[in-house]
Every structure is written in structure tokens, then in C-alpha cells.
């Protein structure tokens, strides 16, 4: 790896916002959809998550230069699967109902791409420490993102936040936001919003990069 | 970047088979160390957690019972058996007994077909009134906000302070069977009072006490000796 | 419905201009239900006809604020937000709380219609899809029924046009209190807001082909009387601004399927008449599977769609979970229109079949 890398600071936040998992990249969607009906269940399948990639993504840098090329994908899913396991397993240890609510999803963290995307890509060719931080900012924003679709999803499907009622006795539940199908209308909103903002803020960069072309010439 | 990753990479000209071989068992062998280590540091809290579960709701439907004891009940055969362990694959109903060792009821596990899914649910029967006297749904996928006011309607839950589910001393079989009715037109003891507005997970309540009920309750009348008997040992 | 600013229009022919345009045939389509939405008022008062008004308007609204987003000129004036909001509000039921009929009708069009790009590209019918989104959201308010001529019962009293239901007017967001609670204390003999299909599908009850027929029953507001809703079709049909094979292929399917099930056993299953004039069959039939948008072009693919509309609601109604499933039979019918479109494009005169050689 040569010096000029990205900056520490940079490889963190790339995950955590530039390069979202779920709002940019589009990736790991069953979970996100399945498991976002509640602030809990999706705060326990992002922690589940985030646990499965640091954890992952540390060991396979750490073999990153032992393990031949040609089984190294074999490789991966063997360190991958056994972190998902033992996720499995603590969970079931803590709570039976978290356990039970987040179902076989846990199970699947093991084909999440975004686990085997970043050990291939990242921590597959970067020292520990600059994988772990890559986890990290990758975790992060993954579980950011399931919160994000949590909180909307539970306080207009339930109208809670983490189980307290926000709105008293009368309110009226849109149930349909805890059904899957609310599940697809809430990431849509999000990314709507998400590349909103993006758009927005690019053309005020260009616009801005313009003026200063203007000024110097 | 591409060009400078290919270098640390160690891609040796030929990989020999046995240096693959050799990599992924001892990968795969600190994989499985890890994996049984925390089997062993979790599997009591697991199976603490998961007695309890069943546990706590057997004690929550017999709610006068301070000791359980499970039996597993092979209909077929019309055999009764005390099942400790939770080895056998066959029905579990699960006895209770209060400080002295008297027979308070029995909490019977039943499931059949809702509106989405299977409903599982525990009742406990008391053979001193002929009657289900508790109730409570241990698992169900009905639509939130209307079948699964099988759970929090307090009027549906009234049902199953008595539900009258008497067997014929003749034949051993229940005199009445348990029917989900109309809301609001229960005139019979042994009529569960539909939910408004959730009249399918409310019949399938109706229809998987009534299998039951006539499935289990025969056998477990035969042999209520034996359950009264393992009180007091 | 696309306005073009080329300074020179070049066509291809035929250069023929007809008096019928989009504005014409949706006008016309307003007249056909007009009379199913007077009976709708007159059967269920006040609260109905409320209904009637806010959805249409906040339809019409939403469309011309979303096109105004878009930077587009407001398509309002074609009519087509206002057939949404009728038809939106035929399928509520009359007692349905007003924040929530807004909350439909802003999906009907904004999901509905407007994100696939305005009327003519929309897959599926809007105003089902803003009640497919209610029936999901609040599945107790949408089931929750008022009967015929609440509360006294009476065709000729008038208390139902000077009084409101009151779900109608629940605060937005909250609950409606149930009809059923409200009206405890004048206690009606067996009422329990249940619709002649719900009693069908729980209670094996049936009721009277003449009462359905003329629309003296509970349901939503539009689909009681099938005489006003054939009235309108019937005169839509005669003006050549349907497809009159639509209707047929579904009511004639409908009839054949339950017959089928009506003659394997008659105890538990409707006869055809009932499952024809009951529930939401002919309204759907009439006015939403024949929407030009969301149905076939060929003459084949479109008795192959109302077939398959007209079965898979009975269907439903008869093996299903639900004790109505002409919406879902639509929308199912509108998923399958591109690919019956496909399949059964007519061969062009004088070409070969595929694969056939000389």
C-alpha cells in the first residue's frame, strides 16, 4: 500500500456517509427490510451486523498474507459464518424474544454482501488497523441506516419509540408500515431524501467551483 | 492503487495444493475453536432461557401452582408419561401442583392454523370443574391490530376463565364441542365469544382448543391418577 | 396529455382528428358515476357525501400541486384526479375517517399515478392502489361499516343528512371511535357493521338478490347498487367509451367459477347471483378494471384479463382469507396486462408465424 491512501479519518467516514452501505450503495437489502419494524429489532441487527464485520474483516487482514489466492473466498466465508455463528449463539444467550423476532435473518448475516464485499475489498488488501476502522465506518453506517428505517417504521406502525408511546391512547397505527410492503415504501422515502440532498449539495459545489473560476480568470 | 495492492499481495507463481490445504484447515480449525468455545460458554444461559420461557407461561396459565412437572402424552397409545427431560417428541402437557402437592391444573400446548401462520397456544384445564379455567397464546404471526387482539382484547380472554369442556363419564369424550360464536351472541359455556372484526384468528382459537380438547383430554382424564400421584412423590 | 413545443410537427399518417379526446371521455365517465354517487349520499347521509368531497378535492389538489413540482402544466383539467377521487371514495366505507381518505387519495395520486409520470403511464389503477395502501395501513377503519339509512333505519327519515358519523370526523391521527360503541345506547336489533359478503364468509348468511341488486345494504359507499352502476356502464358502453368485452369477461367468468362452486356444494357456497351483485364485483368490473390505462389493447388479451379478474375474485372470495378480493384480482390483472399485451399481439397481415417456413 503506498502512502498516499486515504487519511484515517477519511476511510472511517467513507462508510459512515459517503459511501453508505445501505442509502449508496444499495447493499445488504433483506435485512433492511425485513428486520426494521422496530427501533429494537433494528439497533440489534445492525450491533449483530457491525460485530460480524469488525470481527470478520480483522482476521481476514490479518491472513491477508497467508491464504493463497485461489481459496481465499473459501476462506472468507469460513472466518465470516464462524462470527455469525457465535452472533447466533450470544443472542440466543441474551434474549429469547430479540432472538426470536430477528428470526433467520441472523442466520443470513452470513450471505449479507456487504461482509464479504468489504473482506474482498478492503481489509483483503489493508493492514488491521485500517480495516478495522473501515469496518467500524462501515458498521456504523449500516446500523445507522437500519435506525433510520427503524424509528420511522415504529413510531407511525406503532406509534413508539423503542416501546414508549409517543402520542397517547388514540393514536391510530398505520399498520402497514410494520408490513413488509411499508418496508419498501420507508427505504424508498429515505433514499429519496438521501439523494435529494446529495443532488443539491453537488450542484451547489459546482456552482460554487464556477464562481471561482469566474473570479480568477 | 491497483498496481501497488497486487504487489503486497503474495501471489506466488504456483500455489502447491498442499499449502491450500494446509491454510484452510488451520483457518478453519482456529474457525471451529472459536465456535466451540462460545457454544460451551452460552449453552446454559440458552438452555436456561429457554425452559424458562415455557416455564414462566405454564405458571402464568396455572397461576395457583408453585411446581410443574411435564408429561408427554402419546395419544395413539393412550399413554401417559412423566417426560423430565423434554427428550420425547410426542404432545407435552404440563401438570401443576400447589405447596401440598395437590393437583391445580393442567396447562396443555396446542397449535394449529391462523389467519397467516400456525397459532400456538397454552390453556390449562382443571379436571375438578370439567372446564378451561387460563389461556395464552405463546406464538402467532396475525395481522397487528386485528388478529392479534387475540391477545390484548380483555373480552375475548373472558372466554377462558370457565369454558365449560366436561367429558361424558360413559363414553370419555367431551359433551360439548368448544365453537367460536358471533360476537356478541355467546349463550353456552362452552362458546368462545368471536372478536369483532377478527372473526378468523378468533375461530382459529375456537378450532384448535376444540382438536384438542377432544384429542388430549380423553387420555389425560384416563390417567389422572398417575398426574395426581407425581404431586405428591 | 404531452404537449410538444417543435416548431415543426411532422406525423406520420393517418392525419385524422377525432372529437373524442382524453377530456371528453373522462367527463363522460364522471356523468357514468354520478348517479352511484347520489344513491351513495342519499343511502348513507352526510358522511358519505363528505367523503365524496374531500377525496375528490384533495385528488384534484394533489395532482395539481405534484405537476407543479414537476414543472409540467397542471393536468387537472383532463378530469382524470377527479374519476381517482369518485372512485377512490365508491370504495371507502361511508363512515371512513376523513384524515385517512386524504391520506389515500394523496397516495393515489402520488404513488398511484404521478411517479410513474401522469396519466397514461400509471400501471395500475390509482384509486385502488390508494385503497390497496388503506386497506394495509388501517385495516379496522376500512372494515368498520355504517349500515343502510344510519341510524334510523328508515329510507324516508332525514336524520342522516343533518348528522355525521362519527368516525368521519375523528381527529387526524388518531383512532375513530367504533361505530358499534357509538351507537350502543340505540341499540339495533343483530347489527354488527358487517357487509353481506363478510356475513357470507363467516356465517353462511345470505342476503336478498333484490336488496343487493338496488343497494339497500352495508358496504362501501359506491358498490350497493349494482342497477346504477350497470346504469352507468351500460350507458359508458353505448358511447363507445369502453370496452364493453372488459365488463362481460369479468361478470361472465365471475358467474361460470362460483357456479362451478355452487353446484359442488351448494350449502356452503353463494349462488353466482349473489356473488355477481354483491361486493365491490360490478363497480369494479365497470369502472376500474375497464380503465383504458391499465388494461389490455388486443381484443384477445382482453377477454384473457377479465377472465382472469373475474376468477381469481371469486376466488379469493370463496378459498381466500378476505371476504372481498375484487381490488387485489384488479391490481393482479393490471400486474399481468403488459405481459397479456405481449403475448397476444395480432400477426401482421401477410407475415409468417415464428418458426413457420413455406
Not at chain 3, 213 to 219: C, H, I, L, Q, R
Request: net charge neutral; aromatic share 8%; charged share 15%.
Amino acid at each position: 500500500m503506498s502512502k498516499a491512501g486515504p487519511s484515517q479519518a477519511s476511510i472511517f467516514l467513507n462508510g459512515l456517509w459517503k459511501e453508505n452501505p445501505v442509502f449508496v450503495q444499495v447493499l445488504g437489502m433483506c435485512p433492511v427490510l425485513a428486520v426494521t419494524n422496530s427501533v429494537r429489532n433494528a439497533i440489534a441487527m445492525g450491533l449483530s451486523t457491525m460485530f460480524v464485520l469488525v470481527m470478520s474483516s480483522t482476521l481476514v487482514s490479518l491472513v491477508r498474507n497467508i491464504v493463497p489466492k485461489q481459496v481465499r473466498i473459501a476462506t472468507y466465508i469460513l472466518i465470516i459464518s464462524t462470527f455469525v455463528t457465535i452472533v447466533d449463539y450470544v443472542i440466543k444467550a441474551v434474549s429469547i424474544p430479540v432472538y426470536k423476532a430477528l428470526g433467520p435473518f441472523i442466520a443470513l448475516i452470513v450471505v449479507n454482501c456487504i461482509i464479504l464485499g468489504r473482506a474482498e475489498a478492503f481489509a483483503s488488501k489493508n493492514s488491521v488497523y485500517r480495516s478495522i476502522l473501515d469496518a467500524f465506518g462501515m458498521g456504523i453506517g449500516f446500523s445507522f441506516a437500519l435506525l433510520c428505517l427503524g424509528a420511522v417504521r415504529e413510531i407511525l406502525g406503532a406509534g413508539t419509540f423503542l416501546g414508549v408511546p409517543l402520542f397517547g391512547p388514540y393514536f391510530e397505527p398505520w399498520i402497514i408500515f410494520l408490513l413488509p410492503s411499508g418496508g419498501f415504501f420507508t427505504l424508498g422515502a429515505w433514499l429519496l431524501a438521501f439523494s435529494l440532498w446529495k443532488e443539491r449539495r453537488t450542484r451547489k459545489a459546482t456552482l460554487a467551483a464556477e464562481h471561482a473560476q469566474e473570479l480568477a480568470s | 492503487m491497483n498496481a501497488a495492492t497486487e504487489q503486497t499481495l503474495p501471489m506466488p507463481k504456483q500455489t502447491s495444493s498442499a499449502y491450500m490445504i494446509l491454510v484452510m484447515t488451520a483457518v478453519a480449525t482456529l474457525c471451529g475453536l472459536l465456535i466451540v468455545t462460545v457454544y460451551q460458554a452460552t449453552a446454559p444461559a440458552i438452555a436456561r432461557n429457554q425452559a424458562q420461557i415455557i416455564e414462566e407461561s405454564v405458571f402464568e396459565v396455572l397461576p395457583n401452582a408453585t411446581r410443574q412437572v411435564a408429561f408427554a402424552v402419546d395419544t395413539a397409545a393412550g399413554a401417559v408419561t412423566v417426560d423430565a427431560e423434554g427428550q420425547s417428541a410426542l404432545p407435552k402437557v404440563f401438570a401443576g401442583y400447589d405447596d401440598s402437592g395437590a393437583l391445580v391444573g393442567i396447562a396443555i400446548e396446542a397449535g394449529g392454523r391462523g389467519y397467516q401462520d400456525i397459532i400456538r397456544i397454552l390453556y390449562s384445564y382443571s379436571p375438578d370443574c370439567g372446564c378451561i379455567d387460563g389461556f395464552k397464546v405463546l406464538d402467532h404471526k396475525e395481522t397487528p391490530g386485528l388478529g392479534d387482539k387475540i391477545i390484548t382484547d380483555p373480552d375475548f380472554q373472558e372466554n377462558f376463565a370457565k369454558l365449560d369442556a366436561k367429558l361424558d363419564p360413559a363414553t370419555n369424550r367431551p359433551v360439548n364441542q368448544i365453537v367460536t360464536v358471533k360476537h356478541g351472541t355467546k349463550t353456552e359455556p362452552w362458546q368462545i365469544d368471536a372478536i369483532s372484526g377478527a372473526t378468523i384468528s378468533s375461530k382459529a382459537i375456537g378450532r384448535i382448543m376444540q382438536s384438542s380438547t377432544d384429542e388430549m383430554l380423553p387420555v389425560i382424564t384416563a390417567h389422572l391418577d398417575e398426574i395426581r400421584k407425581a404431586g405428591t412423590s | 396529455m404531452s404537449v410538444g413545443t417543435h416548431a415543426i410537427d411532422i406525423r406520420t399518417s393517418p392525419h385524422i382528428k377525432g372529437r373524442v379526446t382524453t377530456d371528453t371521455i373522462m367527463l363522460n365517465v364522471v356523468y357514468a358515476l354520478l348517479p352511484v354517487t347520489a344513491f351513495a349520499v342519499f343511502v348513507f347521509g352526510l358522511s358519505a357525501f363528505l367523503l365524496v368531497i374531500v377525496t375528490t378535492g384533495t385528488c384534484v389538489l394533489t395532482e395539481h400541486v405534484l405537476c407543479k413540482l414537476a414543472r409540467k402544466p397542471s393536468t387537472v383539467s383532463d378530469y382524470s384526479a377527479v374519476i381517482t377521487g369518485l372512485l377512490l371514495a365508491l370504495t371507502l366505507p361511508p363512515g371512513f375517517p376523513l384524515w385517512m381518505a386524504i391520506v389515500g387519495s394523496v397516495i393515489s395520486i402520488g404513488l398511484g399515478k404521478a411517479l410513474f409520470g401522469g396519466l397514461g403511464m400509471n400501471p395500475f389503477n390509482p384509486a385502488l392502489v390508494g385503497r390497496a395502501f388503506l386497506q394495509a395501513a388501517f385495516p379496522v377503519a376500512i372494515t368498520t361499516w355504517t349500515p343502510a339509512f344510519w341510524p334510523e333505519m328508515q329510507i324516508w327519515s332525514t336524520e342522516r343528512f343533518t348528522s355525521i358519523v362519527l368516525p368521519t370526523v375523528s381527529l387526524p391521527f388518531m383512532r375513530p371511535e367504533s361505530v358499534a360503541s357509538f351507537i350502543n345506547g340505540i341499540t339495533i336489533d343483530g347489527f354488527s357493521g358487517a357487509t353481506p359478503l363478510s356475513r357470507m364468509k363467516f356465517d353462511h348468511e345470505t342476503t336478498s338478490i333484490i336488496d343487493l341488486f338496488v343497494g339497500m345494504t352495508a358496504g362501501s359507499t359506491g358498490e350497493t347498487s349494482s342497477a346504477l352502476i350497470i346504469l352507468g356502464g351500460v350507458y359508458l358502453m353505448a358511447r363507445r367509451m369502453m370496452n364493453w368485452r372488459i365488463p362481460v369477461a369479468i361478470l361472465g367468468s365471475a358467474t361460470v367459477v362460483s357456479g362451478i362452486f355452487y353446484a359442488l356444494n351448494s350449502e356452503i357456497y353463494p349462488t353466482p347471483l349473489f356473488v355477481l351483485f354483491s361486493g365491490g364485483l360490478m363497480l369494479g368490473a365497470m369502472f376500474m378494471a375497464s380503465d383504458m390505462v391499465g388494461s389490455p389493447t388486443t381484443p384477445l388479451g382482453v377477454w384473457i384479463y377479465g377472465i382472469l379478474i373475474g376468477s381469481v375474485t371469486v376466488v379469493i372470495r370463496l378459498k381466500g382469507g378476505l371476504p372481498e378480493g375484487t381490488m387485489y384480482a384488479i391490481l393482479l390483472g393490471n400486474a399481468c396486462t403488459p405481459l397479456i399485451d405481449n403475448l397476444t399481439q395480432p400477426r401482421i397481415f401477410g407475415a409468417r408465424k415464428k418458426g413457420e417456413r413455406k
